[in-house]
């Protein structure tokens, strides 16, 4: 069963664009992308802009969190949306990888 106040968020609080939901009493999912050598900072940011839909500052800020800190959360959310985002990343050209919310 999902309930509406489980539905997963994004950084900036909307809903995750595939509107996935998360069990009651489970914990949800997250889609981290990673610093790499090889893309430019404005390739990252029309990356989030294009998949998760991002404003300009939003996506700005995430590729910035990238790029300093060498990870940024992008999506949070059930399971299989979570590995469907990185997937995309991946097909993107980005690294990703989907980890568990801790409790």
Same mark, same amino acid.
């Given at each position: 069963m999902t309930v509406g106040a489980d539905a997963p968020t994004r950084p900036d609080g909307r809903t995750d664009p595939e509107?996935? /939901?998360v069990a009651r009493g489970q914990r &949800?999912?997250?889609t981290v992308v990673w610093d790499d &050598?090889?893309?430019l900072m404005s390739y990252v940011t029309w990356v989030f802009r294009t998949h998760f839909g991002y404003d300009e +500052? /939003? +996506?700005t800020s995430l590729m910035l969190r990238v790029h300093h800190d060498g990870r940024a959360i992008v999506a949070e959310g059930g399971r299989e949306a979570m590995e469907a985002h990185a997937r995309a990343m991946h097909d993107y050209g980005l690294w990703a990888t989907v980890e568990q919310v801790d409790a």
């Open positions: 509107g996935s /939901t &949800p999912w997250r &050598p090889v893309n +500052a /939003t +996506a």
